[in-house]
């Protein structure tokens, strides 16, 4: 099985997906080809978030605003698993994932993950690497197996690459200051604030900071929690915090957008003016 | 075969795609996953459309306005087929396209469904029951083959469920009144209205009425029998009457969106004030 | 193999696909199902520049702002390859790009197409011949194979069918005079300029001429040779000239769309009026 996901719109995927099928590659899984265009954070993200899910695989992943410069080409085998893709970091934070579910809770997901370089010294063109560079790398990979990446003619073990950490959020017991690392379809403003943050305390309200102001909202299971349209903050299916509207769209509730800092907190507010006696 | 349908956008339905590759299932076929969005009469109308198309499979179904509240999961059996979903009501007009095909037109539809309500007493998430509740019971179902249902261990016959029926236009010889079901993508208004409204009356004037007003245009065959961009009203390819404009939008020539009210008149109209002799 | 490509949006392709299935066609692959609507131009420039990625298939191909006139269905055979649609020229250049890649560059594409008029007297609609018509056709060729196609009843070899020509540009050495063919979701214009015309320009500038007015901009080899959001022209993947932006939308930094003309200028620009001395 190989997995295609990129920034590519309509109908440039089609020509990878017939580079493949012309390498004798016929399994192939579209994950998504509306990333974020140029936005290999957001494609961090996602590919993070849904690659899990599925069996051992090649993953062919292309965003690439620096297609055409010097960058190289990657592929990294995390576990039974290998990704092959431009060297922007992005593919990094998804082998986490894919190595950590390999090497299971006790063992260091770095021990399952290697990195080689793609020599590919003349490319067909120099605006298409998801074509020329990217597709034939992958098929080959698929080809040979993620055991055998190691043995493949212009494959050389990396140790210096791009490498895309998801932004830490600062949390303490009350409070914590992150920012929103993606908006999706239904307008939900995911966050980097781990889901643990709200551990405990469904059914509270939440203070929401943005640089829009300060919302107010509940802390709810599921969205139905709250009326149609009303605003509220839940754990999201990645495990991340939300910022959301049920059946609406989060990202305008709280005017928010990908990179914005938003600032979550539980602390009553103390009153400025104190009533003198 | 499964085939999967949603409104999830992108990329949550690879999520999907991957638990359902996990567990075996192999032959996936995306119908659509812009579905309009938390709609589930639009789901129902355009998956009764093309459903019937597909041969015997299973069709996983998620437009789930309801995530999250204590709406059972549903797996509907139609004929040799298998629908599952949230119970809202959208599987059971295709459930009966596709029984009606399997019993004949001598039969009630209704002798080849069975409807199952779908336990899942723990799910991985409570917000994204398409990957943690739906796509596992598909998967089972895919696994188990339709006729073994049944047998499948949480999978209870279930009278009491959500069945949304199409509305029934009301319809007499020269007038039919009904509503706006969907808008596809080129723009064209699919009514409730039964294609047998026009049958014989291709060539003649039939006048439109909705919020906006009359108008009054040809009934046609085919869009090319009028000029670019002018409005008319045919028989669509699902049986409906439409209200569309050749090489342009119907919705906005009639001024109409889905859930709006639309009249259809062949009767003349008669003059309001009459000449005194 | 089986490749689909229409301008049908969502939910339409899935009828197709339905139709396909049931018809014992598995192997399915979406080249892409949101081609500019009712532009077989658009559809000839991009099914030109991917499907001869792909190995020997069959290629279902509806774009078809005719439908429901007497326009024919036609079948086209292109070396191993065929394509299916309607009768409106778009199959015919990506039918010689196929046939070019099948005889080698020593002899006439031309020889290696053969042109087959089909024949369906009875459709199930008028409206949907890309479910009703033309998938069931395409189905048959997949099915008896490209090399059978002559003796699939109701395949009858035509002389008489549409063939659209990619419009050449003019060119000189210093000056090219064409048209945007297309303008990809990265916002690229693609001019119908061979690149040949850039060949050993890379580092000069050029005058880019529009109704919009003159821009002189790089000629690059590759995006990143300018700015975040400058403007640029370069050779595409295509092999055609592009008007282009890093990271941004070429055809709103020259303001130009498909259909418009456009000329490409090395000539220095004559000062109009000399000063005396």
Known sequence: MLTLASDFGSPYPAAMKGVLRSRGVTDLVDVAHDLPQGDPRAAAFWLRFVLPEFPPGVHLVVVDPGVGTDRAAVCVRAGDHALVGPDNGCLLPPARALAAEHVGPDADP???????????????SSTFHGRDVFAPAAARVHEAGVDAIESLEGFVRADDYDDYAIPDAWVESDTASGEVLVVDDFGNAVTNVPGDFLEGRVGETIAVETAAGVREVPVVETFADVDKHDPLVTVGSHG?????????????????APGRAVTLSFEEEVSATVPTA
Chains 1, 2, 3 share one sequence.
């Not at 770095?110 to 067909?124: G, S």
């Not at 991340?240 to 928010?256: L, P, S």
């Open 110 to 124: 770095a021990d399952a993950i290697d990195v080689y370089a793609v020599d590919d010294p003349d490319p067909r």
């Open 240 to 256: 991340f915090v939300e910022c959301d509207a049920n059946q609406g769209r989060g990202d305008e509730a709280f005017d928010i």
